[in-house]
């Protein structure tokens, strides 16, 4: 069984969209992206620097913007199951047919802008905990105010909150645990996002919704979620909710996957899954380089006659 995931922020680079733009008709559909959502991609993409792409407002309709021009570049239907971490959902719940690229982008437009704005109201980050009994790591967290934002698995924790608390866990980490700040702006699936549910959830019963054509999963519990509408709902609430990348994959181990191809900008879920689940073959798509083997993962992994 094949699954196709995709990353949330933070796994942007500058420049990374370079590659890609070499071909005329990802430029032009990326161009086309761009007017639809009233922001430059193609630039954000080639030229920004890393402060630029940082931003939450920019960062993650950019992440959705390539990861869809990935999966272009595949044009392939032969997977069974799709996933994405954080803002890697919406990515996932295009590829799944659940919502139409243009919605995808959209929502993501409306949810990076009310995001961004979440958290200048409160000087917040996230730090990730690398290590450590993951019950010890949760209670050192939760024991000085953070929330444990993101369960990526593979003894990877991420801390959120104030930056004075992460301070604090960074001067005296969990036992056999390490702390690295992330350079994301804000404490992301916690409750300084509260404020932006509102807006999304008007915004979101603006979008067309159809049942995904592909298994599925959400960040909420790992679980398959056979509903369009339950997915977006559960999207929309995501954002200020702990996002359980590590129950997507045991579910996709309980399932039977055996390949993953991450969409750009890819790495992290493949690291994370090499470690996870061993057994399982992977590819991160990161340039069009990476396009022939990608396809022959596809045919030994995907559908019969897909």
């Not at 949810?111 to 730090?127: H, K, Q, V, W, Y």
């Not at 979008?207 to 909420?220: A, E, H, M, Y």
């Not at 129950?247 to 969409?263: D, F, N, P, Q, Y």
């Not at 991160?284 to 083997?293: F, G």
Request: proline residues 5%; hydrophobic residues 45%.
């Amino acid at each position: 069984m094949l699954a196709i995931i995709a990353p949330g922020q933070g796994s942007q680079t500058p420049g990374f969209l370079s590659p890609w733009l070499t071909d005329n008709s990802f430029r032009d559909q990326l161009l086309e992206w761009s007017e639809d959502i009233s922001l430059d991609l193609v630039r954000l993409g080639t030229q920004a620097d890393a402060d630029e792409i940082r931003l939450t407002a920019n960062a993650q309709p950019l992440i959705v913007s390539a990861g869809l021009l990935g999966m272009k570049a595949l044009d392939q239907t032969g997977f069974s199951l799709a996933a994405g971490h954080s803002v890697g959902e919406l990515t996932a719940a295009a590829i799944s047919g659940m919502l139409s690229e243009k919605s995808a982008l959209s929502l993501v437009r409306e949810r990076g802008l009310a995001m961004e704005i979440a958290a200048n109201a409160t000087p917040t980050g996230m730090s990730a905990v690398l290590g450590g009994d993951r019950d010890e790591v949760v209670h050192a967290i939760e024991s000085i105010g953070l929330t444990a934002a993101n369960e990526n698995g593979a003894g990877q924790i991420v801390a959120a909150g104030e930056l004075q608390a992460l301070g604090l866990l960074s001067e005296t980490p969990p036992s056999g645990a390490r702390v690295r700040a992330l350079s994301v702006a804000g404490a992301f699936h916690t409750s300084f996002m509260r404020s932006a549910i509102p807006h999304l959830q008007e915004f979101s019963q603006t979008l067309s919704v159809s049942d995904p054509q592909v298994i599925l999963l959400s960040n909420k519990d790992g679980n398959r979620i056979s509903s369009g509408q339950v997915a977006l709902d559960r999207i929309v609430a995501q954002v200020a909710n702990p996002v359980r990348w590590d129950l997507c994959m045991s579910t996709m181990k309980a399932l039977g996957v055996t390949g993953v191809i991450e969409l750009p900008p890819a790495g992290t879920l493949i690291g994370l899954l090499k470690r996870a689940l061993p057994e399982v073959e992977t590819l991160a798509l990161k340039t069009p380089d990476d396009i022939s083997a990608a396809r022959d993962l596809i045919a030994r992994h995907g559908k019969v006659g897909a």
